[in-house]
C-alpha cells in the first residue's frame, strides 16, 4: 500500500457541504442511492457481470433539513430492489430508526448508545467482508459545526 496514493485518493472523494445549522440526511440517502445505482450499471459498459454494490449509512441523527422529502428517499431505495444493498448503523436513541430499517435491504444494526457503537460497525462490517467482487466508492457528508472527525479507510 501506497500511503502517498491513499492521501491523493482521499482527496478526490467528493464531499458535500451542506447548511452549518441542519442535517439533510434524506438528501444525502437519496445521493448516494444514486451514485450506487449508476456505479453498478456503468460496469455493463465494459460488459463486467456479476457487480454488487453497497451502500453503507452512518448516522447519529436525524434529517433536519427538510430539503428531501422522507416519503421520496424511502421510495428511492424501495425502487433498488436487489440492484444495491443496503446496510445502516444508527444509535439507537437518537437517529431515525425506523427509516434506517425501512430501507436497509441487507443489513441495520443499532447501538444503544456510544458504547455500543464498536460493536454495531462491527457486524456491518462483518456483511461487507462477506460480499465478493468489491468496489468501493465513498462520499462523506457532514454538516459543518467547527468538530473534526478523523477518519480512517482501510482494506
Request: glycine share 6%; charged share 15%; aromatic share 10%.
Amino acid at each position: 500500500t501506497d500511503l502517498n496514493a491513499t492521501i491523493a485518493a482521499l482527496d478526490l472523494l467528493p464531499m458535500a457541504t451542506p447548511d452549518r445549522q441542519s442535517t439533510n440526511l434524506y438528501g444525502a440517502i437519496a445521493a448516494a442511492i444514486r451514485d450506487s445505482y449508476r456505479m453498478k450499471f456503468s460496469f455493463a459498459d465494459y460488459n463486467v457481470s456479476d457487480v454488487f454494490a453497497s451502500l453503507v449509512i452512518f448516522t447519529d441523527g436525524f434529517d433536519t433539513s427538510g430539503r428531501v422529502e422522507r416519503a421520496t428517499t424511502i421510495a428511492q431505495a424501495t425502487a433498488l430492489g436487489d440492484d444495491v444493498t443496503i446496510l445502516s448503523v444508527g444509535i439507537a436513541n437518537t437517529s431515525d430508526v425506523l427509516l434506517l430499517s425501512t430501507i436497509s435491504n441487507g443489513y441495520a444494526a443499532f447501538a444503544d448508545g456510544v458504547d455500543d457503537i464498536a460493536a454495531a460497525f462491527a457486524a456491518v462490517t462483518e456483511r461487507i467482508i462477506s460480499m465478493s467482487q468489491n468496489y468501493y466508492n465513498i462520499m462523506f457528508c457532514m454538516p459543518m459545526r467547527g468538530s473534526s472527525v478523523p477518519v480512517v479507510i482501510g482494506l
